[in-house]
């Protein structure tokens, strides 16, 4: 079992910044893998940024060159820096955990999103935009 939380949400105004951040505990001996995703209100719940183990990393479109994905693995803690923000970028962010082992990434990059499927997630933390 692997655990997630989330902090660091909060309201801003569009072109500031915010860095997420994220608990990572447990069970993380298959956990290659590790993503964070946002659902805008009304809409379905979408990947936005994930990082390997080798600290390869993968971003959707609308985010690439605003946010950043990192990872402190001494401390188990996952970021996500978020410039640039957006009205758009509105939404509850979720960390989560993969669960499919050490091809995640190669597996992220064949298919051009990043899946929904991951096994392990928080709770979120509201994100909010405002123009």
């Known amino acids: 079992q692997v655990h997630v939380v989330e902090s660091g949400g909060g309201s801003v105004q569009a072109g500031e910044s915010l860095r997420l951040s994220c608990a990572v505990s447990?069970?993380?001996?298959?956990?290659?893998?590790l993503g964070w995703f946002r659902q805008p209100p009304g809409k379905k719940r979408e990947g936005v940024a994930a990082?390997?183990?080798?600290?390869?990393?993968y971003y959707t479109d609308s985010v690439t060159g605003r946010f950043t994905i990192s990872q402190d693995k001494d401390k188990n803690i996952l970021y996500l820096q978020m410039n640039s923000l957006k009205p758009e970028d509105t939404g509850t962010y979720y960390c989560?955990?993969?669960?499919?082992?050490?091809?995640?990434?190669?597996?992220?990059?064949?298919?051009?999103?990043?899946?929904?499927?991951?096994?392990?997630w928080g709770q979120g933390t509201q994100v909010t935009v405002s123009s």
């Open positions: 447990g069970n993380t001996h298959n956990t290659y893998c």
């Open positions: 989560a955990a993969d669960a499919t082992g050490r091809d995640c990434m190669t597996g992220i990059k064949a298919l051009g999103y990043i899946p929904t499927d991951f096994r392990y």
């Open positions: 990082i390997h183990t080798d600290d390869s990393t």
